[in-house]
């Protein structure tokens, strides 16, 4: 038994002081003690831990790589069907030993910010031209080695992406990697099944139909009749152009065709639904489903805003993924959540429905919208849930003056990762005084992976 002494602790009814946290071998929260008098000089604030929602971890070597406007390129050119465009160019460089080497770095960078866990929404399943490998879930298999080496908690999602594009386009270029019809992604989904048998027992394998663009109606119909019980992600309305290519194929925009056609509920993950009207909003809110957002890649990408006001109003659950990991942050991925609401409508505090903290109220909806996304019993310090757990530093200075109503809003809006001084992913100990114990030599084999990526 480990028992963990917090000076401050944010527990399901509320902050706590002196409090002691015992973890039992299988990796969850045995029991949960308060008042404990030799915690009080623990220099840490124990929070439960987010789960990273979405993750594209190979598009972390991307970084820095695609923010220059090409030569000659006039003002609004460049958008995210252009980033896509050199993503694809990109990938279709990756080996397998590149793809785990990006992976595992990502991961370290996620344990580092303070995530404990990660739905990683692997798409990249072929060679380069699209021949399948000899063990068809090799890239998955990459993916889990990163996981299992990094000791993050894991939620692998296969991606069925069978169509270059709405109205069942042919696959083009760097797409030859991802595609797949039904019954290949089954079998990548046994295969990845399989896999995860050399994972620690939290993992869990969903599935992930990558778009409407990427398939049709009758495999979305499949998907949800045949994974019914397990997670399943998909992006939806991410941009304008997304929408109009719904609209005119479906005859319906994407969320409301999909909260229309398919058994959409708690499950389920929307990824983005940046462009949605009010009533999809409701809708989706009203679908139990967890709107994923990823406000640090959109606007990067220039996706847009998240209807976030008339969702959260209407009891609508969600979670913050890190998706291109083009930056892996906790407190700036809840910032630019919160800063883009209030840059929209001209106002602060957007993001609360209720009087308090702004902070804590957006970090409580992201450990509960991020835990069901994942499948994952987290999200609470609580006895019996996983013991995905992060350590603050009580003693940084972000934090002197403040009460411990504002230390959400402290870590959110004031201070940054360097605040994280230690994280637990089912008890297993990743991140020891702000550096992951496995840093020094997963950075060396990103490294040797990048460079070989730039001289190919």
Partial sequence: MTTLL????????????????????????????????????AARILLPALSNL?????????????????????AGRDSFWSWRALMYRFLDRLTPDQIEAIAAFAFIEMLEAGYAAVAEFHYVHHQPGGAPYADLAETSARVMAAARETGIG????????????????PLAGGQARFGADLELFARLVEAARQAARALPADTVVGVAPHS????????????????????????????????????????????????????VGPRWCLIHATHMTEAETRALARSGAVAGLCPITEANLGDGAFNGPAYLAAGGALGVGSDSNVRISVSEELRTLEYGQRLRDGARNVLSVSEGS????????????????????????????????????????AFAALSDAQLLDGWVFAADDRVVREVWSAGRACVVEGRHVARDAVAARYRAALRALVDA
């Avoid at 598009?59 to 090409?70: N, V």
């Avoid at 949800?224 to 609209?247: C, F, S, T, W």
Wanted: hydrophobic share 50%; net charge negative.
């Fill in 6 to 41: 917090a000076r401050r602790a944010l527990l399901p009814e509320g902050w706590a002081r002196d409090v002691a946290v015992d973890l039992a071998p299988d990796g969850t929260i045995a029991a949960v003690r308060r008042d404990v008098a030799q915690a009080a000089g």
């Fill in 54 to 74: 979405h993750s594209h971890s190979f598009q972390r070597a991307m970084a820095g790589m695609t923010e220059a406007r090409a030569e000659g390129g006039a």
């Fill in 154 to 169: 894991l939620t692998h999602l296969p991606v069925l992406y069978a169509f270059g594009g709405a109205g069942e386009q």
């Fill in 212 to 263: 409407l663009r990427a398939t049709n109606p009758a495999q979305l119909a499949e998907i949800a009749r045949i994974y019914a019980g397990a997670p399943i992600h998909i992006h939806i309305a991410e941009q304008p152009a997304e929408v109009a290519q719904a609209q005119a194929w479906l005859g319906a925009r994407p969320v409301a065709w999909l909260l229309g056609a398919l058994p």
């Fill in 358 to 397: 702004v902070g804590e109220g957006l970090y409580r909806r992201a450990l509960a919208g991020g835990a069901q996304a994942l499948g994952r019993d987290a999200g609470a310090i609580r006895a019996g849930a996983l013991a995905d757990l992060v350590a603050l530093d009580a003693d940084a200075p």
